[in-house]
């Protein structure tokens, strides 16, 4: 038998490392906590689990993990918009330059 809260816990710590690499902006470390995530998530049977003895626990974790994933994404959104601009910015420099570099 699985040990649900555990595993969840485990998840939960995963998942608050991802946010804190998000919030430096080192989305490498945030794709390989989620691969780990994405491993220890394997283990967990939800449909057993919460059903079980741990239910509780297992699903106070999950619901913390559902909440931290949301900072997640709104970050990775923010994140992808900035980098977004930048390109825009360096495209835009890119055509003014070679722009230049035909007048002259």
């Given at each position: 038998?699985h040990?649900?809260p555990v595993?969840?816990?485990k998840?939960?710590?995963?998942?608050r490392?991802?946010?804190?690499?998000?919030?430096a902006?080192?989305?490498?470390m945030?794709?390989?906590?989620?691969?780990?995530?994405?491993?220890?998530?394997k283990?967990?049977d939800l449909?057993?689990?919460?059903a079980g003895?741990?239910g509780?626990?297992a699903?106070?974790n999950l619901?913390?993990?559902l909440?931290?994933?949301?900072i997640?994404?709104?970050?990775?959104?923010h994140?992808?918009a900035?980098?977004?601009k930048?390109?825009g910015?360096i495209?835009?420099?890119r055509?003014a330059s070679?722009?230049?570099?035909e007048?002259?």
């Amino acid at each position: 038998m699985h040990n649900y809260p555990v595993i969840s816990e485990k998840i939960l710590d995963v998942t608050r490392a991802m946010l804190k690499s998000a919030q430096a902006s080192e989305w490498k470390m945030v794709q390989y906590h989620q691969q780990s995530r994405q491993l220890l998530l394997k283990d967990l049977d939800l449909s057993r689990g919460l059903a079980g003895q741990y239910g509780k626990s297992a699903a106070a974790n999950l619901r913390e993990i559902l909440s931290l994933n949301e900072i997640l994404v709104e970050l990775s959104v923010h994140a992808k918009a900035d980098l977004e601009k930048v390109l825009g910015s360096i495209q835009r420099g890119r055509k003014a330059s070679l722009a230049y570099g035909e007048l002259g």
